[in-house]
């Protein structure tokens, strides 16, 4: 699923019109990067948390020509699933 299939699906369930739908989706995304930019977790409870993890630097191999590389160190966003995003989506596949 796609932005815009998120937004039609949100807008199918709600009575709320595809412009609020886009506008509050684009509210919701700008105040969780602030916040993981910040250093701080997101938590939606039974859905996961979304927090950052720094990744040291490290050598690497470039797959091309085989020489050594260094990878820079980096912050990365992390998501991990809660138990009932889990159960769902373990349910859904058996």
Same mark, same amino acid.
């Given at each position: ?49 979304? &927090? #950052? ?7 690497? /191999?470039?797959? =091309? *020509?085989? $020489?050594?590389? &260094? #990878? ?7 998501? /991990?699933?809660? =138990? *009932?995003? $889990? ?8």
């Amino acid at each position: 699923m796609n932005k815009s299939q998120l937004i039609d699906k949100i807008t199918t369930g709600t009575n709320i019109s595809k412009v609020t739908a886009v506008l509050v989706l684009e509210r919701i995304i700008t105040v969780m990067t602030d916040s993981l930019k910040l250093g701080n977790d997101v938590t939606l409870v039974g859905f996961g948390t979304f &927090t #950052i993890r720094k990744r040291p630097e490290r050598i690497g /191999r470039n797959p =091309k *020509t085989g $020489k050594e590389i &260094t #990878i820079v160190a980096a912050t990365v966003p992390v998501f /991990r699933a809660g =138990k *009932t995003l $889990k159960d769902a989506v373990n349910k859904a596949i058996r």
